[in-house]
């Protein structure tokens, strides 16, 4: 029987796309200090996915509508995750002193 012993469990990816003038070292080191950020914001990395789903789920029902005035936890959500990954981006392309233009993160479940 194998036990994980491994603190940080690697249930999702991340991917900086559409920033074609940074190196390999630049990207990955982008990418790490993003998911760093995430993860740090949300309480672990076991959080990411579960807050990204539930921010996903809250957004998708009430694209169309606006939140009612009983959806307290809804705006929570929502806010939890906007706050977590903009710090999260800031963090990540601070230190690359530049415009990033259109990059952007993406989180990928394994």
């Known amino acids: 029987m194998t036990h994980n012993t491994d603190p940080s469990p690697d249930n999702y990816r991340v991917h900086l796309v559409e920033c074609p003038d940074l190196s390999d070292g630049e990207r990955g080191a982008a990418e790490l200090r993003f998911r760093m950020a995430l993860e740090f914001a949300l309480g672990g990395p076991d959080e990411v996915l579960p807050t990204l789903q539930a921010y996903m789920l809250v957004h998708s029902l009430n ?24 710090d999260a981006i800031l963090a990540a392309f601070r230190p690359l002193g530049k415009d990033m233009g259109d ?8």
């Open 63 to 86: 694209e169309e509508l606006p939140l009612g005035k009983d959806s307290e936890a809804e705006e929570q959500v929502i806010a939890l995750w906007e706050n977590a990954e903009t």
């Open 103 to 110: 990059a952007r993160f993406e989180i990928v479940p394994l």
